[in-house]
């Protein structure tokens, strides 16, 4: 993991099992109602055993030449707990998860496993956006008596000025195996589409909302 080939070769992974989906002429409907010409789903990950394995050996050489110190990971609901899994098991670290809200009933915990005060916890996710999503499971985290400053996603869209960001005035760094980058890399040495439609994406990555006046 010298040099970063091992991008490409998760994000041709993360298309041939389809975590990444294309679709320009017919574009998706996301949750929030706006219209993607890509739809990402990493939770598919799990499903596939060999790929998955493969991911998660990249993940453990990450963590190890990039030294990052922590006691225990904590998934994140709900897409993160099964990564956090994986990589506790690999790493023989302890491991938590950290809830949206509060349980509601018992002993209405937000976090779930056994931590102590004052240890360090790095948080897993499947994937990042702008990483807004995040700040709430770090807010959770810390104010449990748990110190956070790294987060770790198998893709990360980076394609915002992270240090724009509520995460980055909050010291977190964010860590990732794959961008957009390297899934234009592929799709385009691949040839896997016309170079239109991979100019196509590329619009949509720089300015969603222009993309979205055009395309609607």
């Known amino acids: 993991m010298k040099d970063n080939s091992y991008r490409d070769i998760i994000a041709k992974i993360l298309i041939d099992i389809e ?5 320009f002429e017919d574009p998706f409907t996301l949750t929030s109602g706006q219209k993607s010409p890509v739809y990402v789903d990493c939770r ?12 998660l050996d990249y993940a453990k050489e990450y963590f190890d030449e990039n ?8 998934g994140g609901e709900t897409a993160g707990i ?26 209405n915990k937000q976090i779930e496993g056994y931590y102590e005060i004052g240890q360090k916890a790095i948080l ?3 994937l990042a956006t702008d990483g807004e999503t995040k700040v709430m499971f770090v807010e959770t985290l ?7 400053s790294d987060i770790f996603v198998i893709f990360y869209y980076d394609i915002f000025d992270f240090n724009k960001t509520l995460l980055s005035s909050m010291n977190i760094k964010m860590h990732s195996l794959c961008t957009w980058k390297n ?4 799709i385009s040495s691949e040839k896997l589409f016309i170079e239109k439609e991979i100019n196509n994406l590329k619009i949509f990555l720089d300015n969603p909302e222009t993309w979205r006046k055009n395309n609607a």
């Open 124 to 126: 897993i996710e499947d």
């Open 44 to 55: 598919k990950i799990i499903s596939f055993v060999k790929e998955r394995n493969i991911i």
């Open 82 to 107: 099964p990564y956090a899994a994986f990589l506790s098991e690999r790493l023989q670290k302890k491991m938590v998860y950290v809830r949206k809200k509060l349980k509601g009933f018992g002993k």
């Open 67 to 74: 030294n990052l110190q922590f006691d225990l990971l904590a």
């Open 19 to 23: 975590s990444v989906r294309f679709s």
């Open 183 to 186: 899934i234009i890399n592929v």
């Open 142 to 148: 810390r104010k449990s008596g748990l110190e956070v």
